[in-house]
């Protein structure tokens, strides 16, 4: 496939995956209780394990070693920081969260922005390299699943009809295309290999300032052990992605 055909391809598909929230309404609720966080452990190790194996050093080797490229890894992690700061935006995991109704618009707007600049990035380690562009999007993938099983709980909670929870959800993942469009079309004019130094940022931000300590708020002993067995797990996968890929 060319690489807008992948870029498109994988923005479509970020969108249904906005879809696996309807899997709430199957599951007890014990149940996705016992899964949610082990999801979010593997999601963030999953995210810094592609940030360090994959996208820093794919950056080094694009804009080699010097100030620019940390500058754009720090700005990754700044904007994404400043985004849940200005929209009192959070993942809201367990679907029992207490939300009101307000609460749940502040959530796909942030989710919205998150995924257009989300998509800005992963389109332009798809620019760069096709099989970082696939890591990049796994890496993403991972992350996205137990936040929309999250958030179509929270929009139910809050009152929303399921049939207008996933709609809404679905849309708000199709603005990850619009950003991967934008990057995609950017790149005509300007070098859009910065975008993987900022995805990196974005991955360590995600990863350990909004994901792992929503798993360590938990006080058991063994829940905690297999947390983190599974966030190692995410570190191993994308090292060995690495390896098998040869880079």
Known sequence: MSTFAWIVSSGIAMSVIALVGSVTLLLKEST????ILPLVSFAAGSLIGGAFFHMIPAGLDKMGNNTAFFSWILAGFTVFFALEQLLHWHHCHRATA???????????????????????????TFLIDIQLGIMAWLAAAAHEIPQELG?????????????????FNALSGLTFLLGGLVAYFAAFAIDVSFLIAFAAGNFIYIGASDLVPEVNKHGDLKANTINLLVFILGLITMLVIKLALGS
């Not at 996705?32 to 899964?35: E, R, S």
Request: include cysteine; aromatic fraction near 8%; charge should be positive.
């Open 151 to 167: 958030d179509f709980g929270v929009l139910i909670h809050g009152g929303w009809s399921k049939r207008k929870a996933l709609m």
């Open 98 to 124: 207490e939300c009101k109704q307000p609460l749940t618009y502040m959530i796909l707007i942030g989710d919205g922005l998150h995924n257009f600049l989300g998509g800005l990035a992963i389109a332009g």
């Open 32 to 35: 996705l209780n016992k899964i």
